[in-house]
């Protein structure tokens, strides 16, 4: 069951009424992430997952679990509609199953995510995530985020996928009529740990995600992460925290400037 934990209470005044109204955001887990720098890395997977839990080392160790793959591409528009509102849309698939399509707002403003009108047409409730990530200066800040997912094949352009999402003219005027195109075929492998103690009794999965170039081969991004589920307590809250920090100080020269795989998956001219 999904717990709303942070609540942000908006009082609306009407002009003709001294009646309120409180709006709860209810956000459903939190993403801890570090990016990886590409360039300093091993260039196999396997070498990638060996080097990266031999520096976790002197702060947890990190005990294999299982690995998954799949292919990623992300789309747009060739007036970048998605990218300048906020919004990436995700094709994720797996050998033999149809592709998982998703639509994601992201802001680092709750509210904005959480008014934004475009939603999935089924009406079933999105929680809001919080991608907690470590910036260029350093420091851990969250940027928020939801996903509206379904399954289809890859659409062409806007309008192939409003059976499934619903208020998609906010992006603009024009725009569900405008070609969709790909950023770069993407070969994804995630290696998933086993449960890693944060604090007694919370323990989460370290996952350690690689995106290749599927023509070239060439490691595109990569980051390592782990997520803490609601409901959320403060001393949990301050130990996880901690272990992102640590996780980045003991990652020294393989730690990157930015969690957000993205930016290297979208199309180049929205980059």
């Given amino acids: 069951m999904k717990v709303p934990v942070l609540g942000f209470t908006i009082v609306l005044a009407s002009f003709f009424s001294y009646e309120a109204a409180a709006q709860n955001i209810a956000l459903d887990s939190r993403e801890y992430k570090v990016g990886l720098a590409v360039e300093r890395l091993p260039k196999e997977p396997a070498a990638v997952d060996t080097a990266i839990r031999k520096r976790l080392d002197s702060v947890r160790r990190i005990e294999p679990g299982r690995s998954k793959q799949a292919q990623v591409q992300f789309l747009d528009t060739d007036s970048c509609a998605l990218t300048k509102n906020a919004l990436l849309l995700r094709a994720r698939s797996i050998s033999g199953k149809e592709p998982r399509l998703t639509l994601k707002i992201r802001n680092s403003d709750i509210l904005a995510v ?3 009108p475009i939603a999935l047409a089924s009406q079933k409730s999105v929680s809001i995530e919080d991608d ?23 659409p062409n352009r806007l309008a ?24 770069p075929q993407i070969a994804e492998t995630v290696f998933v740990s086993k449960p890693v103690a944060i604090t007694d009794p919370l323990e989460a999965e370290v996952e350690l995600s690689l995106w ?28 996880a925290e901690k272990l992102l920090l640590d996780f980045a100080d003991a990652l020294g020269d393989f ?16 980059r």
């Fill in 114 to 116: 959480d008014t934004m």
């Fill in 132 to 154: 907690f990530n470590i910036g260029e200066d350093g420091k851990p800040a969250s940027d928020f985020s939801k996903s509206l997912s379904f399954d289809g094949p890859i």
């Fill in 160 to 183: 192939n996928i409003k059976s499934h999402i619903v208020n998609l003219e906010h992006i603009g005027p024009g725009v569900l009529q405008q070609d969709l195109y790909s950023g």
């Fill in 212 to 239: 290749y170039d599927q023509a070239g081969g060439a490691l595109l991004a990569a980051d390592l992460s782990f997520t803490v589920e609601a409901p959320f307590e403060y001393p949990q809250l301050q130990a």
């Fill in 255 to 270: 730690k990157g400037h930015s969690a957000e795989k993205a930016k290297a998956a979208v199309p180049a001219a929205c």
